[in-house]
């Protein structure tokens, strides 16, 4: 059960909303849409329920991941106004019972979706799971301003896990979506880690503005959304796909570059005057969920 | 509200919602295990 202890000594369950945001429901939303991307890309469907599960199984599994990494960054977490309020450090909830949720979570979102779907579907899942919290959490996270490249593998699995689930096999479009989002993840979260930079800086996460300045992650923002670019443009000259992505994924991604350009050309230090910065980490959101939405379009409606 | 009310509201809460997700999932497993045997309704 779970259980806080309070002034009047009294034990008071976790109430089930502070249970659901120990799934961080927000980024779970992107998985869950990448996830269910993938999916509906793939060439052949499963019935609908078992097409159902798999999502549902990501969604568990992403829940997993952020009970756990919240489980492990608590004392990060109460360092940083972000994040200060969330249940474990404000708490709503004490550690084990976190604990007990997200290792819960973790094997029933795998044993499910082996049994629904395919046992590949559920090693990628499992391996996802282990590489977020495993080596992005415990490992890279407290100890490289690379952590975010590496880590970034873990978010890339969920359309890789989609398509498998639905063909029980890997093949080329799949690995250029995993491809796709983790080039994606680094610029994505340098441009939020420059404007909370003192929030990092205060946590000792070593985040690439904390190490290595403004100007170098500027830097490292404008050469990583070039690969990205071209990630994302290539399934239609591969012929993995038809027009109406091509040309959809070349002007959401020129825009990308454009913003990336215009975030290597400030200079500002103070959060303030990072309306650059800002404005790429709120369209990077919308360009992964058009980018994605457009290739299912391509799929279904034209091709 | 006494401190004990909230814990016996939180509880109540909390077995409604664990109720009706067990019953989600054991309708969950029955449509699963329709689709895998491939029976056509």
């Known amino acids: 059960m779970n259980v806080v202890t309070t002034t009047a000594d009294v034990a008071l369950p976790a109430d089930w909303r502070d249970l659901l945001a120990l799934t961080k429901p927000r980024v779970m939303s992107l998985v869950v849409f990448t996830g269910l991307c993938g999916l509906l890309a793939a060439p052949e469907m499963p019935p609908f329920v078992l097409g159902f599960t798999a999502i549902l199984c990501i969604a568990l599994g992403a829940g997993a991941c952020g009970a756990l990494n919240q489980w492990y960054e608590v004392d990060i977490d109460a360092k940083m106004r972000r994040t200060a309020n969330r249940p474990l450090p404000a708490g709503r909830i004490d550690r084990q019972s976190a604990l007990h949720f997200g290792v819960g979570l973790a094997f029933f979102s795998v044993l499910l979706m082996g049994l629904a779907t395919n046992w590949l579907a559920a090693i990628m899942l499992a391996v996802s799971i282990l590489f977020y919290v495993l080596v992005y959490t415990v490992w890279l996270k407290p100890r490289t301003a690379q952590n975010i490249v590496i880590g970034g593998a873990a978010g890339a699995f969920p359309p890789l896990i989609g398509w498998v689930a639905a063909t029980g096999h890997v093949s080329a479009l799949p690995l250029l979506l995993f491809a796709i989002i983790f080039l994606w993840t680094p610029p994505h979260f340098w441009a939020l880690s420059l404007f909370v930079r003192s929030d990092y800086a205060a946590a000792g996460i070593p985040m690439l503005p904390v190490v290595a300045g403004f100007e170098n992650t500027r830097r490292q923002i404008f050469l990583y959304g070039l690969p990205m670019a071209a990630a994302a443009i290539a399934p239609w000259p591969l012929g993995l796909t038809g027009t109406v992505y091509g040309v959809s994924a070349a002007v959401l991604s020129f825009v990308f570059v454009v913003l990336a350009a215009r975030v290597l050309g400030n200079r500002a230090t103070e959060p303030r005057y990072m309306e650059a910065e800002k404005h790429l980490f709120a369209y990077s959101v919308f360009y992964l969920f058009a980018l994605f939405a457009v290739l299912v379009a391509d799929r279904w409606l034209v091709s | ?41």
Do not use: H, P, S
């Open chain 2, 1 to 41: 509200m006494k401190l004990e009310d909230e814990v016996v509201r939180r509880q109540r809460e909390r077995a409604r919602i664990l109720a009706w997700l067990l019953g989600a999932f054991v309708v969950l497993l029955f449509f699963i295990t329709i689709a895998k045997t491939g029976i056509n309704w």
